[in-house]
């Protein structure tokens, strides 16, 4: 049953990204607060946020710096691994070894259904069917010109296939984003699981 499920799901692209791997003791950590002011029409306005700073020791004694939201569970004297993404100079994943707590980056969150999903499907559905209403203008005329059966039935089957594609739409997509976000997730789980032996 579970060999048939997984036969019908579309394959996952593997995700090839090269990943840098960290093992070492935290040897402090402390907050980054960076602030940005911006101008409008109403006056200035600042928004200051934080970011915990984490610096590692490996066993050789060499440091390293970490800046990322990832880190918040370290204190000093935990072992970590710490997994990053060259290309984009952040951390995707960090194991505590010593609390035993694995966190992944908020960009590989799971995305769940949710009123944000909701609404996509109802702007998708009001696109579609707003493009298979002018369609249906085009193709068969004005709706008190139609006098045949297939010029009447036609167009509502235009309606049903567009609130179809704007539920199927989202939904493969959300899917898909899932899968590929679970595949890296799985990969992250093999490079810690690699580096706390």
Known sequence: MAEEAASRTAPVTPDERPLTVWRGRVVSVADRVTSATYSGKHGDHTRVSSLPEVWIADASGQ???????????????????????????????????????????????????????????????????????????????????RHSWWARTAPELMFYLALFFAWWMPEKLRQRVNRRTEALRARIDREIEAAGR
């Open 63 to 145: 440091e390293f710096q970490f800046t990322d939201l990832t880190l918040a569970g370290c204190r000093p004297g935990h072992m970590v691994v710490i997994v990053g993404d060259p290309a984009k100079n952040q951390v995707v994943g960090m194991a505590n070894l010593t609390t035993g707590r694995t966190s992944y980056a908020p960009t590989l969150a799971i995305l769940p259904v949710n009123a944000g999903h909701i609404m996509g499907m109802v702007v998708a559905a009001s696109l579609f069917c707003g493009f298979a209403w002018f369609l249906s203008i085009a193709i068969f005329g004005e709706v008190r010109t």
